[in-house]
């Protein structure tokens, strides 16, 4: 069973950095797309930044030169470090798993598995 746990979520400052975690486990696949992803209230969950296995990476332009992604795949674990955090930032942020290293990038549709999202908040 393939589970996604994110973490490092909080309140900050505009201008100010987090860096999230994602944990996870059961997910054996050699060839896969990871990422991060996003949904502010009342908007569409949107592609934030992702990383295959063949080491691709792909950025959201919004968030291009401010937020990078990375992983540790000795502790099962993909980082999304977010500096210079602006208020546009607030959402909820969700880790995502594609079994693929063809179907992924920053297409939600292509992402099977999914954390249950971390909450970040930045005010001005």
């Known amino acids: 069973q393939v589970q996604l746990v994110e973490s490092g979520g909080g309140s900050v400052q505009a201008g100010g950095s987090l860096r999230l975690s994602c944990t996870f486990s059961?997910?054996?696949?050699?060839?896969?797309?990871m990422g991060w992803f996003r949904q502010a209230p009342g908007k569409e969950r949107e592609g934030v930044a992702a990383t295959s296995s063949d080491g691709r990476i792909s950025y959201a332009v919004s968030v291009k030169g401010r937020f990078t992604i990375s992983q540790d795949n000795a502790k099962n674990t993909l980082y999304l470090q977010m500096n210079s955090l602006k208020p546009e930032d607030t959402a909820m942020y969700y880790c995502?798993?594609?079994?693929?290293?063809?179907?992924?990038?920053?297409?939600?549709?292509?992402?099977?598995?999914w954390g249950q999202g971390t909450q970040v908040t930045v005010s001005s």
């Open positions: 059961g997910f054996t696949y050699s060839s896969y797309w």
């Open positions: 995502a798993a594609s079994p693929s290293r063809w179907f992924g990038g920053l297409d939600i549709t292509d992402y099977q598995y």
